[in-house]
């Protein structure tokens, strides 16, 4: 295109003046030691309000017969300095990728972000802390459990009324997804005779309806003490020691006669609402107690069915529910805020 034969002093001159400020660019891009600094004379001379469109600006004003070289040249210039600017910011990215890491150890670390406990884990571990002091060791069962361990073995055979107490998802004819945690009762007292102290925390299963107090999936602590001699007064003696300390205040107990086929005498148990202190509150209906565990003295025929001595040994039972106990002890209101796992909830503890 820009043949010798073409060539007027109009370009010389022109060639120059861009010779110029090509020289200018090259040096600025020998310093820049960043994307930035590329970028930045990349801008310079190439922006929309650059050096070059302020040459390219100025053609217009020119005299007609200059215009054309100008043009020529500017364009010209146009093209290296794009393929500089363009070589030295892939010099730069590179440089920055193979330059060795550097260390400075007296940077403070970053923060890690950590988790939270789980409330409900915090109200197991929790729980089992009070318990393991008191001689208790914390032992697991099996989520899916055989209709034995879930019902016949405590004292629930076949069509026992009491059954339907206990919604169950049935996976077949005889095997549940346990719908209480009272099964690792057996499996314990079958591999072991006493004198025995266990609590069991793990998950139940129950098709109920999901609404502020239910889900079909839930948590219960299990307790169980066999010996020579255990009575009502140890059962009442532990359950106090331990809803004492969980509340962290004093706190009486009440026990109202229920039914449960697999203690005798059973009993619901109350304590004063840890909440109002016994006075009346929201929590407690304004009744100033909370109905929290089930218990009992285990009845022999669950001896009977682990081959215990029914003569030689007794024991009490307990099952406590622990979405209830974490409700009350952090004032929550409903249950699937617990299971639905909704970070904007779990951050709070
Ligand atoms: N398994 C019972 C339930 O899920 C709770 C329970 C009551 C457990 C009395 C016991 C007990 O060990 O003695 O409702």
């Known amino acids: ?59 217009p004003r020119l005299p007609q017969e200059e ?26 990215s590179r440089e920055a990728e193979e330059a060795p890491i550097r260390l400075d150890p007296t940077l403070p670390p970053q923060p890690l ?19 393991r002091t008191l001689g208790f060791e914390v032992v ?14 405590l004292n629930m055979p076949a069509d026992h009324p009491s059954r339907e107490d206990f919604h169950t998802f049935f996976l077949s004819d005889n095997v549940v997804l346990r719908s209480h945690t009272s099964p690792a009762q057996v499996r314990t007292m079958q591999q072991r005779q006493p004198p025995l ?6 998950r139940v299963f129950r098709p109920d309806t999901e609404d502020a107090r239910h889900f079909s999936m839930f948590h219960q602590v299990e307790g169980l003490m066999v ?15 331990f809803l004492r ?41 304004y009744t100033g107690w909370l109905e929290l565990l089930g218990a009992g003295m285990v009845d022999p025929n669950v001896f009977e069915a682990v081959g215990y001595d029914t003569e030689r040994y007794t024991g009490f039972a307990f099952g406590v529910g622990m979405e209830r106990v974490a409700m009350l002890r952090y004032g929550i209101d409903d249950i699937r805020l617990f299971l639905e796992n909704d970070l904007r909830f779990l951050k709070q503890f």
């Open 140 to 153: 697991e069962g099996p989520e899916v459990e055989l209709d034995w361990y879930n019902f016949e073995a």
């Open 227 to 241: 010996g020579e001699g255990v009575g009502f007064g140890d059962l009442k003696a532990v359950l106090h020691i």
């Open 67 to 92: 215009r054309p070289a100008a043009g020529r040249a500017l364009n010209e210039l146009k093209r290296k300095l794009t393929k500089l600017t363009g070589a030295a910011a892939s010099a730069v």
């Open 113 to 131: 972000p950590h988790g939270h406990i789980h409330p409900i884990s915090r109200t197991i571990e929790d729980m089992v802390d009070i318990f």
């Open 245 to 285: 300390q969980f509340f962290r205040q004093d706190v009486a107990l009440r026990f109202e006669p229920d039914f449960f086929p697999f203690t005798e005498p059973s009993a619901q148990v109350h304590c004063t609402c840890a909440i109002c202190g016994g006075k009346g509150c929201r929590t407690c209906s």
């Open 1 to 59: 295109m820009n043949d010798e034969a073409e060539k007027t002093p109009a370009d010389a001159q022109w060639a120059r003046t861009c010779e110029k400020m090509l020289e200018a660019a090259q040096r600025r891009l020998r310093e820049a030691t960043t994307t930035q600094e590329v970028d930045r004379v990349r801008v310079e001379y190439l922006g929309r309000k650059g050096a070059l469109a302020k040459q390219i600006g100025r053609i």
């Open 197 to 202: 102290r266990i609590i069991v925390p793990g």
